[in-house]
């Protein structure tokens, strides 16, 4: 069985950093690629960044670029999104995913087969 945990939300002040993690079990972390989606209250998912399988390709949103960076260790089976610069509307709740198919590069919820439980970040002001 497949399991996504996410780490590392709290309160946060504007302008601070914050580095969530994903511990990943239950598949063969190597082979799916990794990504990080938000949602805010009364909001639909949001994509926010991914990173290939092998670690070589990475995509952001246009809030993220800049601003956010995702990475993965594979020998802890453990994907990272290293945020700085945050915004009270970088608020939300965010998850992580994982993609088993060969295909990298998609931005929707549905690209995704496997989902954590989410973790809070705010940003107060």
């Known amino acids: 069985q497949v399991h996504l945990v996410e780490s590392g939300g709290r309160v946060v002040e504007a302008g601070g950093s914050l580095r969530l993690s994903c511990a990943a079990s239950?598949?063969?972390?190597?082979?799916?690629?990794m990504g990080w989606f938000r949602q805010g209250p009364g909001l639909e998912r949001e994509f926010v960044a991914a990173i290939s399988w092998s670690g070589r390709t990475t995509i952001y949103s246009d809030s993220a670029r800049g601003r956010f960076t995702i990475s993965r260790e594979d020998a802890k089976s453990t994907a990272y999104l290293q945020m700085k610069s945050l915004k009270p509307e970088d608020t939300s709740v965010y998850y992580c995913?994982?993609?088993?198919?060969?295909?990298?590069?998609?931005?929707?919820?549905?690209?995704?087969?496997?989902w954590g439980q989410g973790t809070q970040v705010t940003v107060s002001s």
């Open positions: 239950g598949l063969t972390f190597t082979s799916v690629s």
């Open positions: 995913a994982a993609d088993s198919s060969i295909h990298f590069g998609g931005r929707e919820p549905a690209s995704f087969d496997f």
